[in-house]
C-alpha cells in the first residue's frame, strides 16, 4: 500500500468506529491503519481535485471560447483601473530597484 516513512497520525474514535474500519480493513486484508490512511489519502485526493476544477456544459464552453475569441469592448471602468494598475505596479518596480 504506502511506504513506511516515520510519519504518526492519532486519532481518538468510538469503539463503533473501531469496529467498522477495523471490519472494513479485514474485508480488503489489510490492516486497519493501512485502510485509514488509504482511505484518508483517497477522501483528501478527491477534495484536491474538486477543488480544481471547474466544469463546464457544452454550451458553457462555447460561450467561454466565443468570448476569448471576441472580447467585449473594454469600458471606462475597466481601462482606468487597468491604467491604475499599470502605475501602481511601474511604482513598485521603481521602489524595488
Not at 471576441?70 to 518596480?93: G, M, V
Amino acid at each position: 500500500m504506502l511506504a513506511q516513512t516515520g510519519k504518526r497520525l492519532t486519532t481518538r474514535i468510538t469503539e463503533h468506529v473501531q469496529e467498522t474500519l477495523q471490519m472494513a480493513a479485514d474485508i480488503v486484508g489489510a490492516t486497519m491503519n493501512q485502510f485509514v490512511v488509504q482511505a484518508a489519502l483517497e477522501k483528501a485526493e478527491k477534495v484536491i481535485e474538486s477543488e480544481s476544477t471547474i466544469a463546464l456544459s457544452r454550451r458553457e464552453s462555447l460561450r467561454l471560447l466565443d468570448l476569448i475569441d471576441n472580447p467585449p469592448p473594454r469600458s471606462e471602468k475597466f481601462l482606468s483601473a487597468q491604467a491604475r494598475y499599470l502605475r501602481i505596479k511601474s511604482d513598485a518596480n521603481s521602489a524595488t530597484q
